[in-house]
């Protein structure tokens, strides 16, 4: 869904398109909403200056940032690069890995640890870190990309405790059933002054079922990083807004705007000590059974 308002001061802006700069597609958008309030704020030239237009598009998450407004005038096509990317609300958790990105550039040769590191959807981040360190993929499952199969709630079991400098993960905090012990494990591996970032969701549809547990909103991350396990939380942020739709709308679920959730949610926090908390469950007394292939 893609709404608002866009007008012109001195000339009428017929349409405008948003265009993904590297593969050159692009999606066409009229101005054609009543928009009186909008006039009663910058005068006549804003009427009819609104849109609300929904699509199915090919653009990939990482490109969304880096869309264009092409902005078509009885002059030309003006381009407003990167323009879109605080209306789409994704600049938060992309803030948030950078201030992780800068910090290991920082560092001194060392070791990164990636959890969750196999490609199974095609996409790999070895290539995200920097060379003067050493990488290591580690995944529940065997396949590309990993080096070390592990399961993430024991950690300690074969990566040396302090030995690690800097770990990160993707869309795998869901899928942990009890991520307070991953929390502890992590403690156990980095070293002090070691950092960490995760990226998950707070609000996505049901995945990788039963392996499917958790949500989670910015105010999460202090629930697991904390003084207590050993932790500083350096920031957390919520991004990409989304609408939750019910598909039976009963009065009350009519959700809007206003009601609305994040698809994600992630956190940076840095070792400040060790932990003397212990949480000594096992996957096995779940029961949950092998991952998803």
């Known amino acids: 869904m893609l709404q608002g308002w866009l007008f012109g001061v001195d000339q009428r802006i017929p349409e405008f398109h948003i265009v993904e700069p590297g593969t050159g597609q692009r999606v066409a958008v009229t ?55 605080g209306a789409l609300g994704n600049e938060a ?14 560092m001194a040769p060392g070791c990164v640890v990636e959890i969750g590191a196999r490609a199974r959807s095609g996409i790999t981040r070895r290539h995200l870190i920097p060379s ?3 990488y290591l993929g580690v995944d529940i499952r065997d396949g590309e990309n990993v080096d070390l199969v592990l399961d993430a709630h024991q950690l300690s079991s ?3 405790a302090a030995s690690v400098d800097a770990l990160f993960c993707f869309s795998v905090f869901e899928h942990l059933a009890m ?42 991350w202090k629930a697991l990083f904390n003084r207590q396990t050993g ?15 019910p598909r039976i709308a009963t009065p ?9 959730g994040f698809l994600q949610s992630a956190a940076f926090f840095q070792k400040t000590s060790e932990t003397t908390l212990s949480w000594d469950v096992s996957l096995d007394d779940l029961e949950s059974g092998e991952y998803p292939a």
């Open 31 to 85: 101005c054609n909403g009543e928009s009186e309030d909008v006039v009663s704020a910058h005068g006549p030239a804003a009427r009819n200056c609104r849109f609300s237009q929904r699509y199915q598009v090919g653009f990939t998450a990482e490109s969304l940032s880096h869309l264009e407004l092409h902005v078509v005038t009885a002059q030309g096509v003006d381009v407003w690069k990167d323009a879109l990317t």
């Open 93 to 106: 958790v992309h803030h948030t890995f950078g201030l992780f990105m800068e910090a290991i550039e920082s």
């Open 132 to 134: 003067q360190h050493k």
């Open 158 to 160: 074969k990566i040396e």
């Open 179 to 220: 991520p307070w012990k991953v929390a502890l494990e992590i403690n156990k591996v980095l070293k002090v002054g070691g950092v960490g970032f995760i990226m998950t969701h707070q609000s996505w549809p049901v995945h990788d079922a039963p392996w499917d547990y958790w949500r989670f909103a910015d105010q999460s």
């Open 231 to 245: 932790f500083a939380l350096l920031d957390a942020k919520m991004s990409d807004p989304a609408y939750i739709v």
């Open 252 to 260: 009350e679920r009519l959700f809007d705007e206003q009601a609305g």
